[in-house]
């Protein structure tokens, strides 16, 4: 594993806000506050400790910051949302001087900036979350909106498409998650337009006494309007088995400070959360995960998921990057030290090679995996693992996990401040358990 921030002109010193590489070609697309979307190659340089990024293209059509930016799984199309409620649909072409990209179509309802969005699986519809309050769910090939979801009270900063189609969620600065399910609507013998109805309200946890004996009323599970991001961007796993969310917070006691964490949400119980990621020094704001599973290593059978496989995914603070596995409860790796100001979005490249970090600073951060670092591929079937494996431990309790700060030190190499560090692997992380669990539940 080796990485670092690569020193190039990403969007002419502009804030780098999102990123997502092209599910076939790998091809790594960003976009920024200098209104562009560019497109770049990503290539391996053994006698370098960074990959190389070169050049491709520009999709120069938007006319404010681009804060989201998103391809299909088929990677013929992509979407980007931008301020002012900016929303494109991108399609690619065959053209006589080689491949280009050009606006399809322009999604026109949001009244305000658009902060995330997350395709379908099979490409036909989009779901958006704007800074007016509301979630949006499009119908691609009509370039219409097909419903609005417009029950959160604060901005939307995150939306996530289930692989499995059965739910959407969203999560906003109104310290709420919540999470929609798929309700067909029938007239009679026939089935018209399929919609989504909210089914989980996520907001607060019990907070349990000292002495494990009484409750001391409810505390927040997520950040309020005050976190310092634009976005707080939730995924779900790629077998659909559980949805992660960012930007949580939890005390350990009722006098304690509040502890920065991320949320699991089994797909048994997506009412409350089932296990909460070791507490971060700094708050969640993206979380994302790669789209290849591996094989078991055997390292940790007493885990707290029950796959056939190994699913490994990135979360993101303000200022690291921590990269786990559904096999282990310390990170395979953290990195610190990564960039000047706030991290913006994450993204795998679809071979698993590449894990990339934009940020407000203006920079990228780019991490490689060597072959086989992260285990052996393997192929799975998202509806029947779903159906027969048991995603959590027997006793399906909350867990609380924490990182000793000492394992989130910040290094900086003298040469190139910006220079990524990797601090620690998962065999030198302390870990202990928290003193005291906190039962959450949902509020609906």
């Known amino acids: 594993m080796k990485g670092g921030t690569v020193q190039i002109n990403w969007h002419e010193t502009k804030p780098v806000l999102t990123l997502d590489f092209h599910p076939a070609s790998g091809i790594l697309a960003t976009g920024g506050a200098d209104f562009d979307i560019k497109l770049w190659f990503v290539v391996c340089e053994s006698d370098k400790n960074v990959?190389?990024?070169?050049?491709?293209?520009?999709?120069?059509?938007?006319?404010?910051?681009?804060?989201?930016?998103?391809?299909?799984?088929?990677?013929?199309q992509l979407a980007s949302g931008a301020d002012g409620g900016e929303l494109l649909i991108w399609k690619f072409h065959q053209v006589e001087t080689g491949q280009a990209w050009k606006v399809l179509k322009t999604l026109s309802f949001h009244r305000k900036d658009v902060l995330d969005l997350q395709w379908s699986k099979d490409g036909a519809y989009l779901i958006s979350g704007s800074v007016d309050n509301s979630c949006i769910i499009w119908d691609v090939n009509k370039?219409?909106?097909?419903?609005?979801?417009?029950?959160h009270s604060h901005y939307v900063q995150g939306v996530a498409w289930d692989p499995l189609a059965k739910y959407v969620?969203?999560?906003?600065?109104?310290?709420?998650?919540?999470?929609?399910?798929?309700?067909?609507?029938?007239?009679g013998k026939v089935v018209e337009k399929v919609t989504y109805s909210c089914q989980h309200i996520i907001a607060k946890a019990e907070q349990i006494s000292s002495d494990d004996s009484k409750k001391c009323g409810?505390?927040?599970?997520?950040?309020?309007?005050?976190?310092?991001?634009f976005f707080r961007r939730l995924a779900w796993a790629?077998?659909?088995?559980?949805?992660?969310?960012?930007?949580?917070?939890?005390?350990?006691?009722?006098?304690?400070?509040?502890?920065n964490t991320a949320f699991i949400f089994s797909r048994r119980d997506l009412s409350r959360p089932a296990l909460q990621l070791p507490g971060a020094s700094k708050a969640i704001v993206a979380v994302r995960f790669c789209q290849v599973v591996f094989?078991?290593?055997?390292?940790?059978?007493?885990?707290?998921?029950?796959?056939?496989?190994r699913i490994v995914f990135a979360v993101a603070t303000l200022n690291s990057l921590y990269i786990y596995d559904t096999e282990s409860i310390s990170p395979i790796a953290i990195f610190a030290g990564l960039h000047y100001a706030a991290i913006t979005d994450i993204a795998w490249s679809p071979d698993a090679r590449f894990l990339a970090v934009s940020s407000?600073?203006?920079?990228?951060?780019?991490?490689?995996?060597?072959?086989?670092?992260?285990?052996?591929?393997?192929?799975?079937?998202?509806?029947?693992?779903?159906?027969?494996?048991?995603?959590?431990s027997d006793d399906q309790k909350p867990v609380d996990m924490t990182i000793e700060d000492a394992a989130v030190k910040v290094e900086l190499r003298e040469s190139n401040p910006k220079e990524a560090s990797l601090v620690s692997k998962s065999s030198s992380v302390p870990n202990?358990?928290?003193?005291?669990?906190?039962?959450?539940?949902?509020?609906?």
Do not use: W
Request: charged content about 20%.
């Open 218 to 229: 409810k505390n927040h599970l997520f950040h309020d309007e005050t976190l310092p991001s």
């Open 295 to 309: 094989s078991l290593r055997g390292s940790n059978p007493a885990g707290l998921f029950k796959l056939p496989y």
């Open 432 to 444: 202990k358990p928290a003193k005291k669990r906190i039962t959450p539940m949902a509020i609906d």
């Open 143 to 151: 370039g219409s909106a097909h419903q609005i979801l417009d029950a």
């Open 51 to 76: 990959p190389a990024v070169s050049y491709q293209s520009s999709l120069s059509y938007h006319s404010s910051a681009v804060n989201v930016v998103r391809f299909s799984s088929s990677g013929e």
């Open 169 to 187: 969620a969203s999560l906003s600065s109104d310290r709420t998650c919540r999470v929609y399910g798929k309700k067909p609507q029938t007239k």
């Open 360 to 392: 407000q600073d203006g920079y990228c951060t780019l991490v490689e995996f060597e072959n086989g670092e992260l285990g052996t591929q393997v192929a799975f079937s998202e509806e029947s693992n779903v159906k027969d494996q048991e995603k959590m």
């Open 238 to 259: 790629p077998d659909g088995s559980f949805l992660l969310a960012p930007a949580g917070m939890y005390k350990i006691s009722p006098s304690s400070e509040p502890v």
